[in-house]
């Protein structure tokens, strides 16, 4: 999954595009875990846009978006928010909540 910079999500966002975003912090073990689980479902979606980004540089993003904690997976359907992930389960889970984007 690519790093995206914040023109690049304000981009993607006023687009009004379907896909998921990825925010995490560098610290943060549980976000050191969900992004390798992330890794795998990049590699099984590779038609669903994604991008991740460290929250610690883009506050106005936690803001817009009212995340509550990290790692946190805003999942996007033509602009909308459809979901908020904090839970990320495992990598079935979040196969069959992120497959249907396409």
Known sequence: ?????KSEMETFLEEKRTGYLYF????????????KMLTVIDQ???EIPAGKAD?????????RFEIESVP?????NMG???EKIYAF????????KLKGLN
């Open 55 to 63: 929250l610690n540089y883009l506050p106005e993003m936690a803001e």
């Open 1 to 5: 999954m690519e790093e995206w910079t």
């Open 24 to 35: 995490y912090t560098p610290m943060c073990g549980t976000c050191q875990v969900a992004g």
């Open 72 to 76: 946190c997976l805003i999942v996007l």
């Open 80 to 82: 909308e928010v459809l």
């Open 89 to 96: 389960q495992s990598v079935p889970y979040l196969y069959e």
């Open 44 to 46: 099984l979606l590779l």
